[in-house]
């Protein structure tokens, strides 16, 4: 490959780098055509971009960045190919899903501002929330509390307005 090709290269990969927050580093070795072939297309449904690197070319474009992607380079060895998503979680999904037919195995994974290294972790970065997901979840406990004290006060003066009618009834 000519000096030039491999430039444009490293280029291409830090570009993807900084338009995604979130990468998985896979190893696809283990699967055969037809399981890659589905592999790929359940990417591409959940909005996952893959892209197959070579090892040197990712490094060289991880040096590149402010951010300290150290813990990643000792998995890049044998075959590597990149997951790219802006949700930190959706990558995992994909990877368990795609877990009974010859699973690609997890290098490692840059999520959330965190290195994650190993097959081990994949339960770990299935876990995290999106940030819409911890947005929706903050939204409902504060909603919690006004809603119950709104329900309150409807039950509570309807209940008035009952035995204000009793009384008025009896009276007359």
Do not use: W
């Not at 329900?151 to 009952?162: D, E, K, N, Y």
């Amino acid at each position: 490959m000519r000096k030039e090709d491999k430039i444009s290269n490293i280029e291409q990969i830090s570009a993807l780098v900084k338009e995604y927050n979130h990468f998985y580093l896979v190893d696809l070795t283990a699967m055969n055509a037809d399981a890659t072939s589905k592999f790929r297309r359940a990417c591409f449904k959940a909005d996952v971009k893959l892209l197959v690197v070579k090892n040197t070319m990712l490094h060289y474009a991880l040096k590149g960045f402010e951010i300290d992607f150290s813990p990643l380079y000792e998995s890049l060895k044998g075959s590597t190919a990149i997951m790219f998503c802006n949700t930190a979680n959706v990558p995992a999904q994909v990877l368990k899903k795609t877990a009974k037919e010859g699973v690609p195995g997890l290098k490692a994974a840059y999520a959330e501002e965190g290195c994650y290294v190993g097959a081990d972790q994949l339960s770990t970065l299935a876990a995290i929330k999106s940030k819409n997901e911890v947005i929706a979840e903050i939204i409902s406990l504060l909603q919690s509390p006004a809603k119950n004290v709104i329900s309150a006060l409807t039950s509570g003066g309807s209940t008035i307005h009952g035995l204000l009618e009793a009384i008025g009834e009896k009276n007359a």
